[in-house]
């Protein structure tokens, strides 16, 4: 299946994209999107100052690249020599769904993005 590699708790970002915005009431909500490493498509809602700085409105032009904060908490390497990496931190619903919180390496951002405050 995969080998498990030790991993010192980091802090990251995932990188998704911003759909629309589905409320402009203070501070505003998003409808965003990413991928997770067996390549499921996960939707949620969330306030736009947890996934952008920028100042999205209606009229803004989508999709827009957005990122939520996590901290790595695994990492593994499976068959295909793919990194995988278990994060936590992730949007709430999400965290319950089974294996959500597994993401492609390369579905991060490493270091300062200034996607999020």
């Not at 970002?13 to 915005?21: A, F, P």
């Not at 936590?88 to 991060?108: W, Y």
Request: some cysteine; charged content about 25%.
């Amino acid at each position: 299946m995969g080998v498990s590699i030790c991993y010192e708790a980091v802090m990251s970002e995932i990188k998704i994209q911003i759909l629309r915005v589905v409320d402009t009431r203070q501070p505003g909500f998003v409808e965003c999107q990413f991928t997770d490493a067996w390549g499921v498509v996960h939707v949620v809602i969330e306030k736009i100052p947890v996934v952008s700085c920028e100042h999205l409105r209606m009229d803004s032009e989508f999709p827009a690249c957005g990122a939520i904060r996590c901290e790595i908490i695994k990492e593994w390497i499976y068959d295909w020599q793919e990194d995988i990496l278990t994060v936590d931190d992730l949007f709430e619903i999400v965290r319950k769904k089974e294996r959500a919180n597994e993401v492609i390496a390369a579905h991060l951002y490493w270091g300062d993005s200034d996607i999020v405050p």
